[in-house]
Structure formats: C-alpha cells, structure tokens
C-alpha cells in the first residue's frame, strides 16, 4: 500500500491528529445547570467560559460529573453539573461535523484504546457509537501492530509459534500497555467483547491504561520549576518547550512566570529525569501484563505443552520472567519521543538484559553509512557516522540547518544500540561523526550546531589529509581513551 494511500482529514500543525481540548460556554443569565454549549475553539466575547483540557483523560479516568461555577463570591451564583459521557459525546460530534461533507457518508472507523475495566470500556465504546453513525470500532493496539506489518513492511512474525509483541502507546492523556499474542500463521489475533479469541487457540490478553503520559509529564516538570499550582498557560508553554527540546529543535528553553519572573529552564536532562520517574510509574502496569501473559501460556495443559519449549530455552519459570517471552515492543504517542524514552523502557521492564525489537510509529528507516564498534579491556563502545556529497550551497538549506547531517547523525547516535553479550550498548554521547566533500573550511558553519554540537565534522582527500586524520585521532581519543594512551606508546 502506498503512504499516500490515507488522508487524515483532521489534522493540527499538519499532524494527523486533532486536539482534545474543548470548552464549555454556558450562560450566566440562565439557572439551568444542565444548559452550556460546547465548542472546539474558545469562543470569543463570552462572559462565562470553562477549558477542558483534556477530554479524552476524563472520559477515561475522571469523575463522572465536574460542577463549574461562574461566580464563587455570590451565593446565589449560578453554576452547571457537567456530565462527562454527555460532554464526550459532544465532543466526537462536533469532531465528525469538521470532517468535509463528501466524506461523511463513506466508511468510518474508530480506535479502541486498552481499557482494563469493563464497564469503562463499554461507556467509551457505546459513546462512540452514539456520536459517529454507523462507525465501525477496532481495537487500537492490534490497529499499532497491523501498521507495522502491513505498511511499514518492519514487523517480521516468525511462523510456527505464537509471537508476542507488547504494544507501548503514551499520549498526551493515557499510557496504554498491551500484550498480543499471534496464531502461529502469523495473523494478529483479535478480541472479541468478552476477551476471548475468535479461534479459541489461546486466550487473549486484554491491556490497560495508567494517566501518567504527556500531561503528567508537563505537571512534574511545572513542579520541578517550583510551579506548583501552574494554570494552563504555564503548561502550554513547558509543552511546546518539552517538544522543541525532545525533537531537538533547541538544546534548551527558558520558562517564565506569567509575571516574567524566570522559574527555570528545560533541557534533555532535565526531561530524561523525567522520563526515569515515568517509567517508575509505569512497571507496576507492566508487571499486570506480566501477570496475565504468563497465565496464558500456562492457564491449560495445552497452553502448556504449546509453550512449554519456548519457556524453557528462555528460562521463564514464572510471571516475574515472563518479559523474555515478548519479541518486539512497538512504540507509538507523542510521549515516547522523549529523550531516553527507549532506553528508560529497556532498562525498567527488562531489567536482567533481554532485548526485544524495539518499533516506533512514525520513526523514519535507521540506516546510517558507518558503524564502528570498539572492544577494549576496559569498555565497548558503539560510533555513528553518515556521508555527504553535497557543496555546502545544497546542503542544510533550513535556517537552523536541522535538515543536515550532523542533525541526521544525532538522531541515528540516540536510536541504534549494539546487542553484546546480553548488554546493550548504545552509541557514545560523543561517538557521533559527518563525512563531507573537502575542503574542510566550506563546513565550518555546520560544526557547534545547536542539539548536535558534539559530532565532528570529517573533510578526507583522496591523497591524504592530516586534518581528517588528525580529527578522528581525537574523536576516538574522546569515546575510548585507551585508543589514545595506546597511540602514544606507539608513537613514544
């Protein structure tokens, strides 16, 4: 199937998804508690107007009813019980009325996410139902897996055996776990309103959902600066600062108080800080699916007898190993492009080395020019490096340069790891480095950039060149220092 193949009708920043803010608009002159009106931009002009920011996280996890009053001084102020289905069901109506007209008739789908609890599972699905007519609901997390496999052509299922693959899908609101299981035909298995599979062979394994995502992110990192009861634009602003840093558009960004007092400034390590606490939070949910996958490998003799080789040469004798039976962890939501997201995930949930296949939604082919890994005594140590044959007038033409190769290179240097005896090895902060056609004084200008200030810019000739030498000499000489007291014994 072609990219072009779909055409997100709803987009935000030419994103294909759309907001899940919304507001109320309610009349102050009127006692009615269940009169308001919702809208998807804030109305301009109204007397009386409350932000919700994010629907979808009520739904799944907020209480049924939330009361707003207009003004708290008055007594007999009036107010409006907001009931949260009714909102929500608003909310997807309003949704499905930007859709254009000529698109409205054709065939609609809906994604389920992972919810444990059954009776929220069917109030989120029956709403669905009632706002869009005649939508179709599919479950989300087969939906992550199917992209893979069918789109992106990267998820490889090896037949004969039952696959597994944990689904990881962190939003702004919700961070959604969930464990499927394959046929041994290398179909993905569906669900079915009770949780069992349609062919009976094993039982399904059903997800779950937490609200520590991207707007528990924003609320620590308010905290972190000394906002502790920060308003909603404080948030915004720690958002976007969060996405410019996470995406490498800026190595660090400044946040200031509503006053213009400085609270602090955010940057990767701050965010991976963060990112450590997220992923705290987040075993416990793991160690659910854990629970439940081990049970459905050993819930019936057949189970059993099914499983039992696969088990043994993995070692898993009970739910606390059950990890090593998971083959590839598929990434998906905002959230996890955080700064050591991957590696924060690999560390806590498989804490003893194992290291399934790690996918992610939108994430472009990895497949830098140079791969160098060093083994020493002392250390392992992976390097990066990627070629350009571009002049310097076609190349990096944004104004920040973020479309070059030292931007390229930096995000290769975070993403591939190196599997050596059961340990991960992922690329030195400074193993990162560009090839670009000599002289060297034509790239001057793409060293120190900003978010990939650390990779060493290469100019080699065909004759030879001291200075290229003379800079890999010392970007070795950085990742392993006894490459350089080796060279100097030599050299000595």
């Not at 899940?20 to 102050?28: F, G, K, R, T």
């Not at 349609?198 to 906002?227: E, F, I, M, P």
């Not at 070059?404 to 599997?419: A, C, D, L, Q």
């Not at 060493?456 to 030498?469: E, F, Q, V, Y």
Request: with cysteine.
């Amino acid at each position: 199937m072609e990219g072009n193949a779909f055409r997100f009708l709803l987009q935000e920043g030419n994103q294909p998804f759309f907001s899940s803010q919304c507001y109320i608009e309610a009349d102050p002159k009127i006692q009615n508690r269940k009169q308001w009106k919702l809208h998807l931009d804030r109305p301009e002009g109204a007397p009386w107007v409350f932000e919700i920011d994010d629907i979808k996280a009520w739904m799944l996890h907020g209480k049924p009813v939330r009361q707003i009053i207009y003004d708290r001084s008055d007594p007999k102020t009036p107010f409006r019980d907001l009931d949260r289905d009714a909102i929500f069901r608003e909310y997807l109506r309003h949704l499905f009325e930007r859709i254009p007209a000529e698109y409205r008739g054709r065939r609609k789908y809906a994604l389920m996410p992972s919810i444990s609890d059954d009776e929220s599972r069917t109030r989120y699905r029956e709403s669905i139902e009632a706002a869009i007519p005649e939508v179709t609901v599919l479950p989300e997390p087969e939906m992550v897996a199917e992209y893979f496999r069918l789109l992106k052509h990267s998820l490889e299922l090896e037949p004969g055996r039952n696959n597994v693959i944990l689904v990881v899908d962190t939003g702004a609101s919700t961070a959604n776990m969930t464990l499927i299981v394959t046929r041994r035909d290398r179909t993905i298995v569906d669900v079915d309103a009770t949780g069992a599979q349609r062919d009976l062979r094993l039982r399904a394994l059903r997800g779950d959902s937490a609200g520590n995502a991207g707007h528990w992110v924003d609320l620590r990192l308010a905290k972190l600066l000394g906002a502790e009861h920060p308003d909603a634009a404080i948030l915004r602003t720690i958002e976007q600062a969060k996405v410019e840093v996470s995406l490498s558009k800026a190595e660090s960004v400044a946040i200031a108080s509503p006053g213009g007092a400085l609270l602090g400034t955010i940057d990767r390590a701050l965010l991976e800080s963060v990112t450590d606490e997220l992923w705290s939070e987040l075993q416990p949910l793991f160690e659910k699916l854990c629970e439940r996958l081990y049970e459905n490998q050993t819930s019936s003799e057949d189970a059993k007898r099914k499983s039992e080789e696969r088990r043994s040469s993995l070692r898993v004798t009970g739910p606390s190993d059950a990890h090593r039976l998971i083959d590839t962890v598929l990434l998906a939501g905002g959230t996890s492009l955080l700064p050591g997201f991957q590696e924060k995930m690999l560390a806590s949930i498989f804490p003893d080395g194992h290291r399934p296949k790690v996918l992610r939604v939108g994430e472009a082919r990895c497949s830098p020019d140079y791969l160098i890994r060093i083994t020493t005594p002392a250390q392992k140590a992976l390097i990066v490096g990627d070629a350009c044959l571009a002049s310097p007038k076609h190349h990096g033409k944004k104004q920040d340069k973020s479309d070059s190769k030292p931007h390229t290179v930096e995000k290769y240097r975070r993403t591939i790891g190196w599997s050596a005896e059961g340990e991960m090895i992922g690329c030195h902060p400074l193993g990162g480095f560009a090839l670009f056609p000599p002289p060297i004084e034509e790239w001057i200008g793409f060293e120190g950039l900003p978010a990939a200030s650390d990779c060493a810019i290469l100019c080699p000739h065909p004759g030879g060149n001291s200075d290229a030498g003379y800079r890999l000499e010392q970007l070795l000489a950085r990742v392993v220092p006894e490459l350089e007291d080796a060279t100097d014994r030599v050299t000595g």
